[in-house]
C-alpha cells in the first residue's frame, strides 16, 4: 500500500506523548529529512489524509485516537556554524532532544540557553510556542529555521520575523503555517553573554548559591535544580508541564480584581496590560492537589495537570473544563490550554 516508505499501521502512541495517553496513528513514520515528507506528498494513498507533525509529544493531548499520518521528526544531528555578528551560530536538526541540546552548548562554554535547560521535547517544536522559561524565550537567540511546506512541497528558510514569536505563540500555530514542518533550527548564541536573572527566583537561587559571577552552566543547573523541585517528572508522572497559558488582563480589570484580591500575582507588560499567574488563580479555587477520575492537579504546582494512572484524553479535558470553568466565575478570567489538542 505504501511502497517506498516504512509506515506502520495502527501504531500505539502511549509512550510517545508525556501525558502517557493511550492513542493510536492509523499510521505512522519516523521522519528525518525533507525527501521523506516529499515522499508522503506524493502518495496518493497518504495525500487525503490528516497529518500530525510530532516532536516529542509533551505539549500534545490525545483526546482520541488520530485517524491520519503521525510524521515523527527523528532527524539528529547538531553543529557550530561559525561567528556572525558577534554570535555563534548553532544548528540542531528537529528531532534533537532539547535539553541534550542545550546542554551541549552550556558543556562547550556557550550562553544563551542556560534558562531552557531540561524543558522536555525537541528543538524542532521550540519554535511552535516560542519556547520560554525564567524570563528567556526561543526568540530571544533565534536565528533562522529550515522548514518544509507540506502544501507546497518547497522547503524554505525562516527567520524571527517570519515565525513571528509571541508568547507561546508562533506563525505555525496560525493558518499560514500550518503546512510547515521544522526540520532544523540555527541559533545565534551571544559571544558577550551575560546572565539574565530577572526572574526572581532563578536570581535568588544564584544567590543563595553563592555563584557571584556564575558561568552559563551554573545557571542551566541552578535553573535545572528549581525545576526538578517544582515540576513532576514525566517519566514517574504523566503530564504536559504548564495546562493552562498565564491569562493576560487589561491594566484596568487587574486593578479591579486587584481591590477584590489584594494578594493576586500579577506581572506589568510593557503595553500596559497585565499578565496574571494562572497557577495562583487555580490554587485559589481548590484545585490543587485535587483529582476527577484518573486526571488530577499536582500538589505542587496547580499549572500541572497529571494523569494518576489510567487517564483517557477525555479525563484531562473534563478537569481542565471544570478548572476553567471555577476560574471563570471566581474572577471573571478565562483560562487558555497551553497544550495542543488532538
Ligand atoms: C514537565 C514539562 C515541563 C515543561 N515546561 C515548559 C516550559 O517551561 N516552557 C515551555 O514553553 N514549555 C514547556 N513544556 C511544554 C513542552 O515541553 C514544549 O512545548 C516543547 O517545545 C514541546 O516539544 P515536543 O517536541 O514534545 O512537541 P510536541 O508535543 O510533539 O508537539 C507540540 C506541537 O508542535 C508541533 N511540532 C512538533 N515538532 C514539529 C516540527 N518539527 N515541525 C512543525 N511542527 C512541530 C506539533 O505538531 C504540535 O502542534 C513542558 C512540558 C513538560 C512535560
Redesign the pocket.
Not at 52 to 60: A, D
Not at 231 to 234: F, S, T
Given at each position: 500500500m505504501h511502497p517506498r516508505l516504512p509506515i506502520l499501521d495502527d501504531y500505539p502512541l502511549a509512550s510517545?506523548?508525556?501525558?502517557r495517553i493511550p492513542a493510536r496513528a492509523r499510521h505512522y513514520l519516523r521522519v528525518s529529512n525533507a525527501a521523506e515528507l516529499d515522499a508522503v506528498r506524493g502518495n496518493p494513498a497518504l495525500s487525503g489524509l490528516p497529518r500530525?507533525?510530532?516532536?516529542?509529544?509533551?505539549?500534545?493531548l490525545f483526546t482520541r485516537d488520530f485517524d491520519g499520518i503521525v510524521l515523527h521528526?527523528t532527524g539528529l544531528g547538531k553543529e557550530v556554524l561559525g561567528e556572525q555578528d558577534g554570535k555563534l551560530l548553532v544548528r540542531a536538526q528537529?528531532?534533537e532532544n532539547?535539553h541534550a541540546f542545550v546542554q551541549w552548548t552550556l558543556a562547550q562554554g556557550f550562553g544563551g540557553l542556560e534558562n531552557?535547560s531540561?524543558?522536555?521535547?525537541?528543538?524542532?517544536?521550540?519554535?511552535?510556542?516560542?519556547?520560554?522559561?525564567?524570563g528567556t524565550?526561543?526568540r530571544d537567540t533565534f536565528h533562522s529555521l529550515t522548514?518544509y511546506d507540506l502544501a507546497s512541497g518547497e522547503t524554505r528558510t525562516l527567520d524571527a520575523a517570519a515565525c513571528r514569536f509571541g508568547y507561546?505563540d508562533s506563525i505555525?500555530?496560525h493558518a499560514q503555517g500550518s503546512t510547515?514542518?521544522?526540520?532544523d533550527v540555527t541559533f545565534a548564541l551571544p559571544l558577550d553573554w551575560t546572565p539574565n536573572l530577572r526572574y526572581a527566583e532563578l536570581a535568588n537561587a544564584v544567590e543563595a548559591a553563592g555563584l557571584t559571577s556564575p558561568t552559563p552552566r551554573e545557571i542551566g543547573q541552578t535553573v535545572e535544580a528549581i525545576?526538578r523541585r517544582k515540576?513532576?517528572?514525566?517519566a514517574e508522572i504523566g503530564?504536559?508541564?504548564?495546562f493552562f497559558k498565564n491569562p493576560v488582563v487589561s491594566g484596568e480589570q487587574c486593578a479591579q480584581l486587584l481591590a477584590q484580591y489584594p494578594a493576586l500575582v500579577h506581572h506589568a507588560q510593557p503595553d500596559g496590560s497585565e499578565k496574571l499567574a494562572a497557577g495562583w488563580l487555580i490554587d485559589q479555587c481548590g484545585w490543587k492537589g485535587k483529582a476527577l477520575g484518573a486526571a488530577g492537579v499536582y500538589p505542587k504546582q496547580a499549572l500541572?495537570l497529571v494523569n494518576l494512572g489510567d487517564a483517557t484524553g477525555q479525563d484531562v479535558v473534563r478537569l481542565a473544563r471544570a478548572i476553567q470553568a471555577d476560574v471563570a466565575a471566581r474572577y471573571g478570567v478565562a483560562l487558555e490550554p497551553?497544550?495542543?489538542f488532538i
Open positions: 510517545l506523548n508525556t501525558f500530525l507533525v510530532l516532536g516529542g509529544g509533551s505539549n500534545m521528526m528537529a528531532g532539547w531552557l531540561l524543558i522536555p521535547g525537541t528543538v524542532g517544536a521550540a519554535p511552535i510556542q516560542n519556547v520560554g522559561a525564567y524565550e526561543t522548514a507561546r505555525f500555530k510547515l514542518v521544522v526540520l525545576r515540576l513532576p517528572d514525566p503530564n504536559a508541564g504548564s500541572v497551553e497544550p495542543v
